[in-house]
């Protein structure tokens, strides 16, 4: 009985583990609601956002590597226009996934957006006092941090490398959270083998495919990338210092790898809505980053390589 019991209950748990299309559907639901008023950097809906990606990693078990707990605080200029209160308060929320391993991979998104358009770099024409809900950019790279987060968390398997999530605040002033972390770390960065980023991964379209930027930052991505097959179309990009906080990373000589969906005319605009998101497509693209970061982690701690 027990052991038709395991055999009965053994798929259920594996499949449990996987990212799945209902999950990320609720984290985007969640996080690019109009009730969330866009996530803006220092607004009550963007620590609404922290503490709900907080509540999530406790959930999932991992350790608090913040300077606070999860979080390290620290304060965001606003610098792209101006402002009477350009100095904002902000955060990264950041859980670490122990394995005991001589070094760590970085996986992170950042959950900042652009609020109500007061803060620069909307696209839209009057963009003040709009929604800018964020949907694509990036509650979907928040859901797929999450995703990974749970699957590495749950998945019973002690990976030669131990693995820090982070969620970075501040992004959409210029890479405000990721660079407060480098330059404060919360484990020694020389312990860092790469770094994985997520920005904008919920719109697929099948006749471009995923763009992987950062293939060119160290000489092991070629192996790791050899072979691999999806059911999701992909291209690498060598270049690993543009998009997003991998940029951070890249500028302190930390390999990278950046995924992306690609621009479309919601961006930065108030129309990045939720229900535009392909929830299906962003489950295929983690379960590509699970197979390269299982591949890469068959491989020792990488040597970073800068692209010309
Ligand atoms: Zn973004």
Redesign the pocket.
Known sequence: MRFFLLLLCFPLVSLAQEPASQRIRKHVQFLAADAMKGRGTGSPENAKAARYIEKQFRRYGLAPLGTNGYRQAFTAKVRRVVVPDSLRPAENVIGFLDNGAPYTIVIGA?YD?LGMGRQGSSLDSLPHDKIHN?AD??AS?VAGLLELARHYAKNGVKEPYNLLFMAFGA??LGLQGSRYFLNNPTLPLDKLNFMICM??IGRYNPDRGVGIGGYGTSATWPDVFTGVTSSIKFFTDRAGNGG?DNAAFYAKQIPVLFFHTGGHPDYHKPSDDPDKIDVDAEKHILDLEITLLNRAMQHPKMTFTPVK
């Open positions: 950042h957006h964020g950019d990036n790279g992004e959409e920005d904008m997003s």
